[in-house]
């Protein structure tokens, strides 16, 4: 008989953060790994750029960095960023796994909205990462308004639904509405951080990063404010 998997310790971060300042969100981002405990620590949508679609697109050997690689080998924490990247001459809303080793790419957002088309080209597919175990379906805010792209998250096989995200009051509403029915039809942890403060181009960016469990029932959530941390463990 195969040993019992252990619970995984995940953490929602929504830290202080400023367009286009790689260094400084970085530091903030290796602050927060430090300070949450746990073995993933999850980031809103384009954490490391700030949510700005004026800012650059960030290199991934920028030595400023290199504050979450440190981070995340203190700690043995495994780190979901947002990021601008670009791929082959074209860009995408991407997800960057940190872990001791640096960062890598791992998801690419399939369903931009808004003005983001006018930028960024939508990802090639859903993906799942596997960490101590658990596989978790990768997504970034517009995403986890789609059913199309949890059922093709979903059809991977995955225990949870993680995703960075930015809302303004009106899509936190929907989000606090949608998740748990989500988490409750695929019988699956789902897990959102979300970006909260002014430092985006959304100056009243809703907060509330959440956890709900496979019933739907909310499990934890942050308030409003920049600098929370939601801590929980996936069992």
């Known amino acids: 008989m195969d040993a019992p998997r252990p619970p995984l310790s995940i953490a929602l971060a929504q830290p202080d953060l400023r367009p286009g300042d790689v260094a400084g969100n970085a530091a903030a981002h290796a602050a927060a790994i430090r300070a949450a405990n746990a073995r993933l620590v ?24 290199a504050a979450i690689t440190a981070a995340c080998a203190e700690t043995g924490s495994i780190a979901l960023a947002g990021a601008p990247i670009l791929e082959d001459g074209r860009e995408y809303i991407a997800v960057v796994r940190f872990d001791a080793d640096g960062p890598v ?12 088309p006018e930028r960024f080209a939508a990802g090639p597919g859903p993906a799942v990462l596997e ?9 970034v805010c ?35 509405a949608r998740m748990p029915k989500l988490a409750a039809e695929y019988g699956v942890w789902v897990a959102l951080s979300c970006f909260a403060g002014p430092g985006s181009d959304y100056p009243d960016a ?5 956890v709900w469990a496979p019933d739907g029932t909310l499990v934890a959530q942050a308030d409003d404010a920049p600098g929370r941390i939601v801590q929980t463990e996936l069992h």
């Open 105 to 116: 790419p791992v998801y690419r957002k399939m369903f931009p909205g808004g003005d983001e």
């Open 131 to 139: 960490v101590d175990g658990w596989r978790l379906g990768l997504a």
């Open 206 to 210: 809703s907060g509330g990063s959440a």
């Open 142 to 176: 517009r995403d986890c308004k789609l059913d199309a792209h949890i059922e093709a998250t979903a059809a991977l096989g995955i225990d949870a639904y993680v995703g960075g995200n930015l809302h303004d009051p009106q899509g936190a509403a929907v989000r606090d």
């Open 42 to 65: 999850v980031f809103p949508e384009l954490s490391l750029s700030s949510y700005a679609m004026t800012a650059p697109t960030v290199d991934l050997t920028d030595p400023a960095l």
